[in-house]
């Protein structure tokens, strides 16, 4: 008989701003100037960055020993092999989950939140010191999951792409993006900055923001629901264009068709990372 490997856990994380600034300035001086030549501190910024180590120092402390560990940032997604059995653990902001949740096909998530008073924790639920518990639960297939929609684009050519939140299509540079669209029998022609597809997980994000600033929009689907929505941003009325199909709900057995008009630069890409898109 084959040994069965132990349980894997994927840390999850983002640099945090004070990585970047690293990145970017090279030292801690550099990079306090050039804060403080913008009206901010260096302290607030390390104040944040020691939160999320801490809480990523918690949550490696708490994997068994006899677990099997790797870490994997946000950046590095789109390369990175998730096994099936892997329990990814997403340490950092709600949209953390978004990311990873497009690269996997039903590894359990668990969002970890480093303090609830920078992140509100819509997604990541539990506080580090909860790891502990939480991975023996999940070993012992007792972790209570829920289920989330996602949504997901196909192009003509057979390619496709999935996405927690929502997807975005137009034009790469967010400039005047046109199309055809049909939904429910009815058919429009738009020249606008493009469409988001929303599911339920990201009806509280940039849907809702759009939703927010429209008379008679419909109401967004509930986190778990298995509907999605549709909503055009900024849409320009003229001879050749229309204003009247602009949002909607999309049942689960229905389907908003999209036609590209653009010769280049149009783009769809999932949960805002803009680099991982389909053309």
């Keep these: 008989m084959g040994r069965t490997l132990p349980p894997r856990a994927v840390v999850a994380t983002r640099p945090t701003e ?10 801690r001086e550099q990079a306090r100037f050039y804060l403080q030549s913008r009206g901010r501190t260096l302290d607030e910024v390390t104040a944040r960055h020691e939160v999320q180590e801490a809480a990523n120092h918690a949550v490696a402390a ?32 709600d949209g953390l989950v978004a990311n990873v949740a497009k690269y996997l096909t039903g590894q359990r998530v668990i969002g970890v939140n480093p ?12 506080p580090p010191q909860a790891i502990g518990d939480l991975l023996a639960m999940a070993a012992r297939d007792t972790l209570v999951v829920e289920d989330r929609s996602m949504v997901k684009a196909s192009t003509t050519d057979g390619t496709s792409m999935v996405a ?11 400039q005047s993006a046109r199309y055809s669209v049909v939904f429910t029998g009815k058919a429009e022609r738009h020249s606008s ?14 849907a809702k923001s759009i939703s927010l600033r429209r008379e008679g929009c419909p109401a967004l689907p509930a986190p778990t629901s298995h509907d999605l929505a549709f909503l055009v941003r900024e ?30 630069g149009g783009v769809a890409f999932g949960d805002g990372i803009e680099d991982d898109h389909v053309e």
Aim: proline share 4%; net charge negative; charged share 20%.
């Design 164 to 174: 927690l939140n929502e997807i975005f299509v137009g034009q790469r540079a967010h």
């Design 62 to 93: 708490q994997i068994p020993m006899a677990w099997r560990r790797t870490k994997v940032s946000r950046a590095d997604l789109d390369r990175f092999l998730f096994e099936p059995e892997d329990v990814v653990i997403a340490v950092g902001q």
């Design 235 to 264: 849409a320009w009325p003229s001879v050749t264009t229309g204003t009247s199909l602009l949002d909607g709900i999309i049942g689960p057995e229905a389907s908003l068709l999209i036609t590209s008009e653009m010769n280049d």
């Design 193 to 206: 900055s493009g469409i988001i597809v929303c599911s339920g997980t990201g009806s509280t994000g940039w």
């Design 18 to 27: 004070y990585e970047g600034l690293m990145l970017r300035h090279g030292t």
């Design 115 to 126: 303090s609830k008073a920078l992140f509100d924790g819509v997604l990541v639920r539990h």
